[in-house]
């Protein structure tokens, strides 16, 4: 089994609708992590938890909201969605000293009409 | 503040030579580390090699190594013998405790290799 699991996979939904991106991760980890990747532009950070009492803004938090339900599951919510918000979503975690590596999730590919 | 930098938007290389992926960046830690990743067309991220900061060594990892030069804030990306397979994007990182050791990552590499 994949170590972190993001839910859905794949979405497409209209300008307006209110989206909640799901991850899970079975790593132990205390820390994780949203990002939004658009091409061109690598991977930008848009919400960061360092533990479930600790959340965080990253670069591009405007139009999201998370939420850090367990030290296992971090959901990342559009309130309202718009056009370009469209973009491929990852989830990842990692330990909390700088050689720990990030562990991703497989991705969501979210499109907004 | 911390800034990775890869200026090489799309490389090509033929299949079975080796190829180098450039990452510069910028930090006022002492200690970092940096990180390569590897994204094929289906899209997953794939953890390749890291490098910390003090380590005396440059990284290897099978037919991945990492050329770290600390004076010139480099941390460049060797794959010898380039497969196939290899063609994906790849992102260089890098975290610190300066920023509370979040990740910042590059633009990222577009690796193609030829047969």
């Known amino acids: 089994d994949a170590d972190v699991t993001q839910t859905p996979r794949n979405r497409i939904t209209k300008t307006g609708k209110r989206i909640m991106l799901e991850c899970s991760q079975t790593k132990g980890h205390d820390r994780m992590y949203w990002y939004r990747q658009d091409p061109g532009l690598g991977l930008r950070l848009i919400y960061y938890?360092?533990?479930?009492?600790?959340?965080n803004k990253g670069e591009i938090s405007d139009g999201y909201s998370v939420s850090r339900q367990a030290q296992a599951k971090f959901s990342l919510s559009l309130e309202s969605a718009i056009p370009n918000q469209t973009a491929l979503y990852f989830c990842?975690?990692?330990?909390?000293?700088?050689?720990?590596?990030?562990?991703f999730g497989p991705g969501t590919r979210l499109t907004v009409l | 503040a911390q800034k990775i930098t890869q200026t090489q938007p799309g490389m090509f290389v033929q299949e079975k030579e080796a190829v180098t992926l450039d990452c510069t960046y910028d930090t006022s830690d002492q200690s970092y580390g940096l990180f390569w990743y590897k994204q094929p067309s289906s899209g997953e991220m794939i953890f390749l090699i890291y490098q910390g900061s003090y380590d005396e060594q440059n990284a290897t990892e099978g037919r991945y190594s990492l050329n770290f030069q600390k004076a010139r804030k480099s941390a460049n990306l060797v794959i010898s013998a380039s497969q196939l397979g290899d063609s994906a994007m790849y992102f260089c990182a890098m975290r610190g405790p300066n920023t509370g050791n979040q990740f910042y990552f590059g633009t990222g590499t577009s690796l193609t290799v030829i047969p």
């Open positions: 938890s360092f533990d479930v009492k600790d959340i």
């Open positions: 990842a975690t990692s330990g909390s000293v700088s050689v720990d590596t990030q562990y």
